[in-house]
């Protein structure tokens, strides 16, 4: 499709806003006074690096298990132990069984496959990455997602299934912590010990970042003392709300409601929230962008016509569309994909096809206020009382912070009942005994779920919650301490044979199944090429791993204009450009298939380049 055909099926997709991005230094100003205003509250340190015990265990509890662990405690000599039971953990051993290899276990903390999705079950949750290129393996398994944004239980579903279908519970041990890790010089072996009494000697190890897994406690002060009932969104108590996944929150009728955090868990959370309790309070720092959902039942003749090889096709071409602009021809047509053509037309009409450097940031920037104005003013169409309209309105550059897409979500303000707290400027004071008292004003409730996310800006051994002991007397949590540091992501000197997956100095991208998928991939290559050869282990030389991280540091550079401007969140390690610590902000900066087309050519060049072989 050429960009003008693209232009033409743009503006049949969308509005016109009222205002026109003229005066750019009003946005500028105005989107700073806002980034301003949040900033005395940002950091890390605004969130609790929970220890889960004492009055706070509960809120790490599994309330999906059927009751502790009762499998008996193993040994076992591993070609590999694969940590997580994600779509990661899955995809590492759906591959690790292709090419032939069987003796490794997976192993996890939650009770069954799943990850994210084994954990979030909370009303409404939905994945709002096209289903068709977010769930992994749908050409081999032949499964037809029902919706185009399919429910968190089907995909906690489908995860069981390929379980199942590639016989991997067999492969299985859930509910179990990993305690501490170490390296063997002698027999080239990881001896990883866990909660459960199981001593695991494994040739390789992968793990993960852990982004979303131990979910994060405001650091607000009394969040113990409340006497009435709480939970995290990771966690959600059905007992106490009543109804399931898809609502029906029954119990709630007669219970007044706070909710802190409007992220994409709280906008999908806070409309079944709405519509059953009796009261509702949102409590809100920083509001999400929200743009049109756009669900639809799947078209199965449609589904049904794609030509072989169409999963990766797809997932290629969202990644290409989502970040790199520079591109017309997009299968997946969706609220990302949307945004980025915006941009791209905007950029075609200032400078044609090769606008200059000038152009082509003016036109970004021009287009991101003039988007973000159209979704201000369907704030406005949506939201009939103008003070709760204007605090849900967005003034920060669209990839600050991750875009969230809802039908219903705007509208869930209109019920009387449903009140909005901004809390950017007055941060929630205390927590007491029976409420939430935000500067003058006590808001008493009977039920506080904190939609506020899972713990990042922390090193990673703190979120994994064990040591790693290394080669050369070497522990993880000293040269993690100020951040990461591997070779290509994956490997880390002094760490043989340990695989880092995940935002480890990797990539950013949108669809982080993509991610998965490459780097599920290239391990295995990596392992197999081991196994084959009789190699016994793998770092990288130092000098493979400091060329990578200067990578990663010069990336880090290129973003810090932007992410300076940008309202503190995740995507900016809340503003603390300097601490490495989150993995989220230390990839490389521009679209995956840079990486995923580095690791390819690596891999076809077949010679471990980088990397010291041990035979
Ligand atoms: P999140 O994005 O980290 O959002 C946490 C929310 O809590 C934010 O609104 C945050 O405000 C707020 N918050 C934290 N501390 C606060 C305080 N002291 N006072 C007031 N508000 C406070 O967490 P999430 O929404 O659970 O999402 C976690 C990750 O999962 C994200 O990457 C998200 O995109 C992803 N996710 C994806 C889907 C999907 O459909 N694919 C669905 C849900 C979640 P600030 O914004 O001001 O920090």
């Known amino acids: 499709m050429t960009i003008s055909e693209e232009k033409t099926t743009r503006d049949a997709h969308l509005w016109t806003p009222q205002r026109k991005v003229e005066d750019l230094e009003w946005f500028r100003a105005k989107y700073a006074a806002e980034r301003d205003r949040r900033l005395p509250n940002t950091g890390a340190d605004t969130f609790k690096a929970v220890d889960f015990d004492g009055a706070l265990a509960g809120f790490d509890a599994d309330p999906w298990a059927d009751g502790p662990r009762t499998a008996p405690a193993v040994t076992a000599d591993l070609d590999m132990l694969i940590i997580g039971a994600g779509f990661m953990g899955l995809s590492a051993g759906i591959e690790l069984k292709k090419i032939g290899v069987t003796n490794f276990k997976i192993l996890d903390v939650a009770a069954d496959f799943g990850g994210t999705w084994y954990w979030n079950r909370y009303p409404g949750v939905r994945c709002d990455v096209e289903s068709y290129i977010y769930l992994p393996f749908l050409e081999e398994t032949g499964y037809i997602p029902t919706e185009r944004y399919v429910r968190g239980s089907e995909i906690f579903a489908y995860c069981r299934q390929l379980g199942e279908r590639f016989g991997l519970y067999e492969n299985a041990l859930f509910q179990t912590r990993v305690t501490d890790m170490e390296w063997d010089e002698t027999t080239a072996r990881w001896t990883v010990r866990t909660d459960g009494g199981d001593v695991l000697r494994a040739r390789f190890v992968s793990t993960q970042s852990g982004q979303f897994t131990r979910p994060q ?273 994956f490997l880390s000197g002094d760490f043989p044979n340990l695989f880092f997956l995940g935002f480890t100095q990797s990539t950013q991208v949108s669809n982080i199944a993509n991610l998965i998928d490459h780097q599920a991939k290239h391990m295995v290559y990596m392992v197999g090429k081991c196994l084959a050869e009789g190699i016994r282990a793998i770092e990288p030389t130092p000098e493979a791993e400091a060329a990578w991280n200067r990578t990663i540091s010069e990336h880090a550079e290129m973003r810090r204009d932007w992410n300076t401007t940008c309202t503190p969140g995740q995507y900016n390690n809340e503003g603390r450009l300097d601490d490495r610590r989150s993995t989220l902000v230390a990839g490389l900066h521009g679209p995956g298939y840079v990486y995923f087309d580095l690791l390819r050519t690596w891999r076809e060049d077949d010679r471990f380049e980088g990397i010291a072989v041990t035979r």
């Open 217 to 489: 406690l405001p650091g607000i002060p009394g969040v113990e003392t409340f006497r009435g009932h709480s939970f995290h969104t990771s966690r959600w108590d059905y007992a106490y709300t009543g109804g399931d996944i898809t609502g029906n929150l029954e119990k709630l009728r007669d219970k007044r409601v706070a909710i802190i955090g409007t992220g994409a868990t709280g906008v999908q959370a806070i409309p079944q929230l709405a519509e059953y309790a009796e009261s509702l309070v949102v409590f809100q720092r920083t509001p999400t962008q929200i743009a049109p959902r756009e669900n639809a039942p799947t078209d199965v003749e449609w589904f049904r016509s794609l030509p072989e090889g169409w999963g990766r096709t797809r997932r290629a071409s969202f990644d290409k569309c989502a970040m790199d602009r520079a591109t017309a021809d997009c299968e997946v047509d969706d609220g990302w994909i949307k945004f980025a053509k915006y941009q791209l037309n905007a950029v075609y009409e200032a400078g044609g096809a090769e606008p200059t450097l000038d152009q082509y940031m003016d036109a970004m920037e021009r287009s991101d206020y003039q988007w973000n104005e159209m979704l201000r003013d369907r704030v406005d169409a949506v939201v009939t009382d103008p003070a709760k309209a204007e605090k849900l309105k967005t003034y920060y550059r669209t990839m600050c912070k991750r875009p969230g897409f809802s039908d219903d979500f705007l509208p869930a303000f209109n019920k009387e009942s449903v009140d909005i707290v901004d809390t950017t400027a007055t941060p929630i004071d205390r927590i007491t005994g029976t409420g939430i008292v935000v500067g003058d004003r006590a808001y008493e409730v009977d039920l506080i779920v904190y939609a506020t996310g899972f713990q990042q800006g922390r090193t990673w051994t703190d979120k994994a919650g064990y040591d790693v002991a290394g080669c050369n007397g070497n522990l993880l949590s000293k040269k993690f301490a100020h951040g990461v540091s591997t070779y290509h992501g």
